[in-house]
């Protein structure tokens, strides 16, 4: 396994914040469907991820999991200032300043350190994004989180957004893999000084195979003696974009950390983007997706 003190570097935000390059979701492995009684297996999947070194937390109010997460952060005795926790909004979108009180009421916390919006598809107007930030707005200057940020928004999404915010978006949370690169959308997010995390990151290693990365994924694990699923998630770092992982198995949490300790070449970088192009594969959101919509 992989040493525990493997150290994570950060990313500056546009807002000066700095965020892990490697985070812990509790979005797939843990998601429940309703909230319900405590589920001790979550609380302490959170409690190892914490224990070996995994300071950056992802969560949101849909993935019923806030409580377990609470429970972890309190019983794992690491200085809050020594974790970056985030969560997201969608479920009661109407109310954002309501729903983040009673997402830090279930996380036991004063603050989060990133408070996302989870979806686009809420809206029904331009209006509609702009009073949504305007709420962020407001619950960024009351303190309740430091970065505001939005996830799965698409460029009109973002274009909408910008045209009134007076705080813009520090980060948009997507799905992302080489088989699912977006177009355009990662070069926007540059011009506009918006940071990119990645989830469902080792998607091309796990649940999209076969595929035209298989080759070189086998290839460059083997010369990085990592796993295809730390190859995966250097793609993503090596290109400043942040992946969001998870697991239920210590030591693949552990192993994952091994993706710290090397760098891929800008040309394996391109290369394994350029495989990636060759096929489409989306893992979620797909009912709100043509099958052939690479956006």
Known sequence: MANIHTPIPELKLNDGTSIPMLGYGTGTAWYKSSEGSIDRNTVEGVKTAIKLGYTHLDNAEVYNTELEMGVAIKESKVDRSKLFITTKVIKNIADIPKAIDASLKKLQLDYVDLYLIHSPFFAKTDEDFQKAWAAMEDVKASGKTKSIGVSNYLEPHLKATLATA??????????????????????????????????GPLTAATKAKPGPCDAMLASLAKKYYVS????????????????????????????????????????????LSEAGLEKHFRGFWQAKFDANDRS
């Open 166 to 199: 007076k705080v813009p978006p520090s980060i948009n949370q997507i799905e992302f893999h080489p088989y699912l690169q977006h177009g355009n959308l990662i070069d926007y997010h540059k011009s506009q000084n918006i940071a990119v995390e990645a989830y």
């Open 228 to 271: 295809e699923g730390e190859i995966s998630l250097r793609w993503c770092i090596d290109q400043g974009i942040v992946p969001i992982t998870t697991s239920g198995k210590e030591e693949r949490l552990s192993d994952y950390l091994r993706a710290m300790t090397f760098t891929m070449t800008p040309k394996e970088v391109k290369n």
